[in-house]
């Protein structure tokens, strides 16, 4: 529905979906590039878009996607629908849970490194909210985002702390 969404402000090309993904829902609803152009041409099937071919001199044509009157009226369908209950899918909090299966060590370079990619995930989501303009809604996620991935970075600091001042055997 994600992709709907998008092209209910305007017409796009997979690339520009798939850009709009990462900088804006990427942190919190998941796609990857090659998910993005069979879903378009699934959503073109069910004549949910429309493909506009554009020719472009000295490279490929560029395919532009507009969301058509089924395509809106399933998407406003969706939006009144019951929500599906969130449920937080994470590879990390998996190993976490079964890391006693580990070395200390071990877990204490797994935390450095999901603490790496939360900073890094905390500054792009900083970068994005000074680079566009968003909506009153837009803006929701997005501090959303922000306290998410600060609260997340605490949590982490405090249990590489927790566990440096662990000096017990029995975690290897």
Do not use: C
Not at 7 to 14: A, V
Not at 52 to 71: D, E, F, H, W
């Amino acid at each position: 529905m994600g992709i709907l969404g998008f092209l209910m402000k305007g017409e796009r090309s997979g690339y520009d979906i798939r850009q709009l993904f990462q900088e804006s829902i990427g942190f919190f609803y998941n796609t990857s590039y090659g998910g993005i152009y069979p879903a378009l041409n699934k959503l073109e099937k069910e004549g949910n878009v429309q493909k506009t071919v554009v020719p472009q001199a000295g490279k490929p044509n560029k395919n532009l996607y507009s969301i058509t009157k089924r395509g809106q009226e399933v998407f406003e369908q969706y939006m009144r629908s019951p929500m599906d209950p969130t449920i937080v899918y994470s590879d990390f909090l998996l190993r976490v849970f079964f890391a006693q299966y580990i070395s200390q060590e071990e877990y204490r370079s797994m935390l450095l490194e999901e603490l790496k990619r939360t900073k890094e995930s905390f500054q792009a989501l900083q970068k994005v909210e000074q680079t566009y303009e968003v909506d009153v809604f837009e803006r929701f996620t997005m501090q959303f985002g922000l306290s998410y991935f600060q609260h997340f970075e605490e949590l982490l600091v405090q249990e590489i702390r927790r566990l440096d001042a662990l000096q017990r055997p029995d975690m290897e």
